[in-house]
């Protein structure tokens, strides 16, 4: 049985990990919270103990440490005596953190797929291009490595094996959707790392379509959507992770990604990409001064964390899939619908990150008890979802279905 936790990460999404952990440290034993910035590690602490966030008594301590440095990392993996490390930081880090927990033994998790800062939109399957490089040094050594165990990717790749398994003989469609009904009153703000955020929607736009890889560009395909709560919403093809394993593992299935957006939204984005401050590329200004345009627009938004105060309304996230049953076509939506308010009033933070932390401290109870100590690297699709549903269940992010039978709670 594995214990003791590192969260690697000091942002929004890692303050919901944070709090989740503290929540279950009776199974979970010792938390630590390490970034580059001790002071954010200090402040997310402070702020569980201002809920009375801790289950148990135990270690809730904070480290400063560079991310980007295997070693540092392997160092305060043994420092902390750590057996499980979410990496819930910028994308960057990846592969770093990974390789400080193949050469430690710690069990490795994390919520998006690796990026080098000077590349965006690598070659499909992403997953190819760094983290799947590491699948047999993890099952040489048995280290258990949980890719993309967020929302999206993560709980959608989960809903996607569900509902293939309980609804279809044959899966030709699956679908993601993800819709934020919420509003945090800023006249724009991105809900996760701005940086990360304008990546995501910079380059090609992949998908997995008639058994090959499809390209279009950003908000060239929408579609209107009904679901559940938040009603009838315009969502646009959206090229994102968790198609590039779900492509891999399902590749007789159209898999696509659709991510809600406004116009406003859409007027911001196309002016700043048109101006060119979303390149990555640095620049040189007419005082000599060297910058990256994007990480300029990141400084002067707002910090995601910062809209948790002013969020209301809620999210609807879920995945469609479609096929054959008993020789007829059939369907399952499997979803959930979270809660701004309620989310901040828990643990100080917006819907989003909320729902993007809470899924990696599933997983680590799942680690701990055995259940997901996989001993290899997988994705979350790879791994029984009923276990993953039953204690996102317990902790704050419940699992509900919609087919042609009705809409109800997933009950095991």
Known sequence: MKKNVLIIGAGGVAQVTAHKCAQNNDVLGDI???????????????????????????????????????????????????????????????????????????????????????????????????????????????????????????????????????????????????????????????????????????????????????????????????????????????????????ATNYPQADVRFWMGFGDHYINVFTVLKNLGLLSEKPVVTAEGLEVVPLKVVKAVLPDPASLAPDYTGKTCIGTLVRGVKDGQPAEAFVYNVADHREAYLEVGSQGISYTAGVPPVAAALLIADGTWDTGTMVNVEELDPAPFFTVLDRIGLPTRVKDASGDRPWNG
Not at 118 to 123: L, S
Not at 198 to 221: H, I, K, L, P
């Open 32 to 246: 630590h919270i390490a970034s580059r910035t001790l002071a954010k590690c200090e402040a997310i602490i402070a702020s569980i103990h201002d809920k009375g966030g801790m289950k148990v008594d135990g270690v809730l301590q904070a480290h400063a440490v560079n991310a980007r440095d295997k070693d540092a990392v392997a160092a305060l993996i043994r420092q902390t005596g750590a057996r499980i490390v979410i990496n819930v930081a910028q994308a960057f880090v990846n592969m770093p953190v990974l390789d400080a927990c193949i050469e430690t033994g710690a069990a490795y998790m994390d919520t998006a797929i690796h990026e080098e800062p000077d590349q965006i939109c690598e070659t499909p399957p992403w997953y190819a291009n760094y983290e799947w490089k590491r699948r047999e040094a993890c099952a040489e050594k048995g280290i258990t490595a949980i890719l993309g165990v967020g929302f999206d990717p993560g709980v959608v790749n989960a809903f996607a094996r569900f509902g293939i398994d309980s609804f279809l003989d044959e899966v030709q469609s699956i679908d993601i959707v993800d819709i934020n009904a919420g509003s945090h009153g800023r006249w724009f703000s991105t809900n996760f790392d701005p940086e990360i955020n304008f990546r995501e929607f910079t380059g090609t736009v992949y998908s997995w379509q008639n058994g090959a890889w499809q390209a279009n560009t950003m908000f060239e395909v929408g579609k209107e959507w009904d679901l559940p709560v938040v009603g009838m919403q315009k969502a646009y093809l959206t090229g994102h992770d968790e198609v590039h394993s779900l």
